[in-house]
């Protein structure tokens, strides 16, 4: 399913549900109804504002439809994140199997998760007309387990490469940085959807490990799809666009809707990221072997796009 990624960012926003919708009114003055969005279509709600305030049953509403509810702090990173308890019919069953994987099975699909993110990060660096042997290169070096921190390595050489040597990854930074905050909250919130959609324990990792972390596996499975974000944020700047505005923020939350390629054809990226955790959970079962990553390459809308567009 394709839904809605519906983003609250102005503040004195009240939230609500009638009628199957979620409407959103203002706080001030006539207290006028804004809009509405019927709560089947919504894949996820980003509260990226001060002063909201929403009611229990919309709560409740989104979460028996599995759409995360993601808090944001100043920085536009997810703080905390609204999930439902029940996101499968045999939810139990898949987290059984989930928690009895062996470790070995963990580093064979982390070392699978590490190469499609190399390649991925190799295509969007072509796309911006970058060099992409550096992390090619590192493709066939990661084994089981990525041992020796493959995925360390390829980011190292991968920012300077895409965003010039000046550039360093702060997740408290502005411009650059904020933008790809925003566009990983964006990511994370339809990953956290798709792994509770598909039965499995967002906190029961395949590599992450931090004890706080209640997503490990969350940020596992997003690795492939982060370089969709960093290229997008990358043609924005080049587009004179070097700070998170309404414009930026639809323009990050539409790669979701954007078709990548895979085995069975072009599919879009939210799609491939169901796919992906449902082959996961298929391979805890023993019902598969592989997981269905997308193939090598960017969306097609991204890849086609120039500086000049």
């Given at each position: 399913?394709?839904?809605?990624?519906?983003?609250?960012?102005?503040?004195?926003?009240?939230?609500?549900?009638?009628?199957?919708?979620?409407?959103?009114?203002?706080?001030?003055?006539?207290?006028?109804?804004?809009?509405?969005?019927?709560?089947?279509?919504?894949?996820?709600?980003?509260a990226n504002a001060h002063g909201l305030t929403y009611t229990n049953?919309?709560?409740?509403?989104?979460?028996?439809?599995?759409?995360?509810?993601?808090?944001?702090?100043?920085?536009?990173?997810?703080?905390?994140?609204?999930?439902?308890?029940?996101?499968?019919?045999?939810?139990?069953?898949?987290?059984?199997?989930?928690?009895?994987?062996?470790?070995?099975?963990?580093?064979?699909?982390?070392?699978?998760?590490?190469?499609?993110?190399?390649?991925?990060?190799?295509?969007?660096?072509?796309?911006?007309?970058?060099?992409?042997?550096?992390?090619?290169?590192?493709?066939?070096?990661?084994?089981?387990?990525?041992?020796?921190?493959?995925?360390?390595?390829?980011?190292?050489?991968?920012?300077?490469?895409?965003?010039?040597?000046?550039?360093?990854?702060?997740?408290?930074?502005?411009?650059?940085?904020?933008?790809?905050?925003?566009?990983?909250?964006?990511?994370?919130?339809?990953?956290?959807?798709?792994?509770?959609?598909?039965?499995?324990?967002?906190?029961?990792?395949?590599?992450?490990?931090?004890?706080?972390?209640?997503?490990?596996?969350?940020?596992?499975?997003?690795?492939?799809?982060?370089?969709?974000?960093?290229?997008?944020?990358?043609?924005?700047?080049?587009?004179?666009?070097?700070?998170?505005?309404?414009?930026?923020?639809?323009?990050?939350?539409?790669?979701?809707?954007?078709?990548?390629?895979?085995?069975?054809?072009?599919?879009?990226?939210?799609?491939?990221?169901?796919?992906?955790?449902?082959?996961?959970?298929?391979?805890?079962?023993?019902?598969?072997?592989?997981?269905?990553?997308?193939?090598?390459?960017?969306?097609?809308?991204?890849?086609?796009?120039?500086?000049?567009?």
């Open positions: 399913m394709i839904g809605r990624i519906v983003e609250i960012a102005d503040d004195r926003r009240h939230l609500f549900v009638n009628r199957g919708f979620l409407v959103v009114r203002d706080t001030e003055g006539e207290r006028k109804e804004l809009g509405q969005v019927p709560l089947d279509d919504i894949a996820a709600v980003i049953n919309l709560l409740v509403a989104l979460a028996e439809r599995g759409a995360p509810f993601v808090l944001c702090g100043p920085n536009h990173n997810a703080m905390g994140m609204l999930l439902p308890i029940d996101g499968h019919h045999v939810q139990a069953k898949r987290i059984e199997a989930q928690i009895a994987a062996s470790l070995p099975v963990h580093k064979r699909l982390w070392a699978a998760v590490v190469k499609s993110k190399l390649e991925q990060q190799a295509a969007a660096l072509e796309a911006a007309a970058a060099p992409t042997a550096p992390l090619l290169a590192l493709v066939s070096k990661v084994k089981s387990g990525d041992p020796e921190n493959i995925e360390g390595q390829g980011a190292r050489r991968y920012w300077g490469l895409l965003f010039g040597n000046t550039f360093r990854r702060d997740q408290n930074g502005d411009g650059v940085n904020a933008l790809l905050n925003y566009g990983y909250t964006i990511l994370r919130s339809a990953t956290a959807r798709a792994v509770v959609a598909a039965g499995l324990h967002p906190s029961i990792g395949l590599h992450h490990s931090n004890d706080s972390n209640a997503m490990r596996l969350v940020d596992d499975l997003m690795e492939p799809f982060r370089p969709v974000v960093d290229l997008k944020v990358w043609q924005l700047l080049a587009q004179g666009e070097a700070h998170v505005t309404p414009e930026t923020k639809r323009a990050l939350v539409r790669v979701l809707y954007d078709d990548m390629q895979t085995s069975v054809g072009v599919t879009p990226v939210m799609v491939c990221m169901q796919k992906l955790a449902i082959s996961l959970a298929q391979v805890y079962l023993g019902e598969r072997t592989k997981l269905d990553l997308p193939l090598q390459g960017l969306p097609l809308a991204l890849a086609g796009s120039s500086e000049s567009d």
